[in-house]
């Protein structure tokens, strides 16, 4: 997610109340001004109650393509998505602003490592999940996303990004020469102060949003400082106002490793 433009004055007021950033910032900020601008993810005036029922909008589906893993013959454009959790997990596939309904999902045994193939142009975030949950109709939001970009050029970006909770640990890495790599794999999800949870909508505590879901500016202070006193700001996105945490893969591959979690 691109940072938000401010007013000199506005930056003065938000660098008294924020801490600061330690560590280097992975990629350059003038680069990823251009790159990451699919990548987005559009704000609606939405209400916290993320049971409100959706609306399909164009470009959107109506239902979810269950997948059972691509043929990877090591050129293919996609995510090797890697579950290292102990018991078999779902992930649903998100394109961006489509909130009601996942564009694909797949199940993996714990262990265990599958391909899902994507074609040029994808932008959206992998997240945990469950079928009774995800492909219910309605937005559900909560939790870590693993958020990718298919790029026309062959490049792929992606990132972790944690400003809408976290449910669990995520690592994303390149699968050209470069081998980079972002993420993190602590647990985090016990040991937060009280008012730094919050139910998904189907009972399961996880660590809540660290803004406010129409306004980037809202800052929800117990859970932001809590991740970024475990994580700091390199290792994914905290909020919108600090760090760069996102890798390239030239080849359009990457590889995304779930850890265990709460679904």
């Known amino acids: ?31 990823l001004k251009v790159v990451r601008a699919p990548m987005k993810l559009p704000r609606s005036p939405l209400v916290l ?8 909008t164009s470009g959107c589906q109506g239902s979810a393509e269950e997948v059972t893993g691509d043929t990877d013959d090591g050129s293919t454009w996609g995510l090797q998505i890697t579950n290292s959790g102990d018991e078999a997990a779902t992930y649903f596939l998100y394109q961006n602003s489509c909130d009601c309904m996942p564009y694909k999902y797949i199940t993996i045994q714990a262990s265990s490592t599958s391909f ?5 142009g ?26 990718v970009n298919i ?4 490049t792929a970006w992606g990132n972790i990004s944690l400003i809408k909770g976290c449910d669990g640990a995520a690592t994303i890495a390149a699968l050209d020469s470069t081998g980079v790599s972002t ?29 406010a879901l129409d306004d980037a500016n809202d ?26 945490p996102v890798i390239c893969s030239s080849n359009n591959r ?9 679904t």
Request: negative net charge.
């Open 122 to 147: 994808f932008q959206g975030r992998i997240v945990r999940g469950t079928t009774e949950m995800n492909l219910d109709g309605n937005s559900h939001r909560l939790g870590t996303w693993v958020e």
């Open 116 to 120: 899902v193939a994507l074609s040029t």
């Open 49 to 56: 109650d993320t049971r409100e029922t959706c609306t399909i």
């Open 151 to 154: 790029g026309s050029d062959g």
């Open 219 to 244: 800052i929800i202070y117990a859970s932001r400082d809590y991740l970024a006193g475990k994580l700091g700001y390199t290792k994914a996105y905290i909020d919108d106002h600090h760090g760069d």
């Open 254 to 262: 990457l590889a995304i490793t779930f850890y265990k979690g709460r």
């Open 183 to 211: 993420g993190f794999d602590d647990w985090l999800l016990d040991g937060a102060p009280d008012d730094a949870y919050e139910a998904k909508d189907n009972g399961v505590k996880v660590i809540k949003q660290t803004e």
């Open 1 to 31: 997610m691109l940072r938000s433009i401010f007013t000199f004055a506005g930056l003065l007021a938000l660098s008294a109340a924020v801490p600061i950033s330690q560590g280097p910032i992975v990629s350059s900020s003038s680069l």
